[in-house]
Structure formats: C-alpha cells, structure tokens
C-alpha cells in the first residue's frame, strides 16, 4: 500500500511540474491613430492559440482558437526583439489569415523577466483577414504599438 501511495505520489507531482512555468500570453496592439486593435491570447506566448480579434473602424474579425483544422505558428526571441505569429484557417467560405511581426528595434521590457513573468512593449505590423466589408479580402500592411503581458 505504502509502494502504491509512493508511486500515485510521483504521478501527481510530475504532472503538476508539466504545468509549471506555463501561462497565457496577452497581445494587445493598437495603431496610432486608434482606428485599428488586434488582440491576440497564446498558451505560454510560442504555444497554442487561444484565440483573437481584429478591429479597424469598428468592423471586426474573431480567429477562433487552435483546432485541427487551423495551422498556428510563432517565433518568441525576447532577447532579440522577435515575435511573430501566423495563423490559416484554411477553406474556401471560412478562409482567415494572420501574418503578425515584431520590429526588433523597437523591442522593449517594461516590466519583469522570462522566469516568472514579464510586459513587453513594441511595434509591429500586421497582414490579416479583411473585417470591414467591400475592401476586400486583406488588409494592408499596418502599423501597430503592441504590449505583450506575460505570467507564468
């Protein structure tokens, strides 16, 4: 019995340390002139995306979360300056984009450190789904000042 309880002990504790050090990343980007917000949650900033928004002029677009049928990627470099994010919902009625990139000089820690948590400030540009209706089905290349919170 006492073999037992070791071993359920093990297990629990290795399963607890599986989810230590992760956490969900908030993206928050705003253009300078305030017409355009991109929102954006990732599970531990490189993983799983959990979801976003895209606002120009108060038309929006929602990216729904990873699934098996939507392709995600990000590239998280803090101490070069680079975060990028991809996203493709593939199809011919339901199609969304998301090309999303850091300009590394612009790069910045407000607050924090990578072992427990930080804030990160810099600018961006993104290409994505189109929200307002007849202007197509891409936005152009934009602009944005972006803060990027995260805690483990």
């Known amino acids: 019995m006492q073999r037992f309880l070791l071993i359920l002990s093990f297990i629990v504790a290795t399963a607890?340390?599986?989810?230590a050090g992760s956490g969900t990343a908030t993206l928050t980007c705003r253009s300078a002139s305030g017409?355009?917000?991109f929102k954006a949650k990732l599970q531990d900033i490189y993983g799983m995306f959990e979801g976003g928004t895209l606002i120009i002029d108060?038309?929006?677009v929602t990216f729904p979360p990873q699934?098996?049928?939507?392709e995600h990627h990000a590239i998280w470099d803090p101490k070069n300056g680079v975060f990028t994010l991809s996203y493709l919902k593939p199809g011919m009625k339901d199609f969304q984009f998301i090309r999303f990139w850091s300009i590394p000089?612009?790069?910045?820690?407000?607050?924090g450190d990578r072992s427990a948590g930080a804030v990160y400030?810099?600018?961006a540009y993104i290409e994505?789904?189109?929200p307002r209706p007849d202007k197509g089905h891409a936005t152009s290349t934009i602009r944005l000042l972006c803060t990027l919170t995260y805690r483990i």
């Open 35 to 37: 017409r355009t917000v």
């Open 67 to 70: 699934d098996g049928n939507i």
């Open 16 to 19: 607890l340390d599986a989810t």
């Open 58 to 60: 108060k038309d929006s």
């Open 128 to 130: 994505a789904t189109e």
């Open 121 to 123: 400030e810099f600018e």
């Open 105 to 111: 000089s612009t790069f910045k820690v407000v607050n």
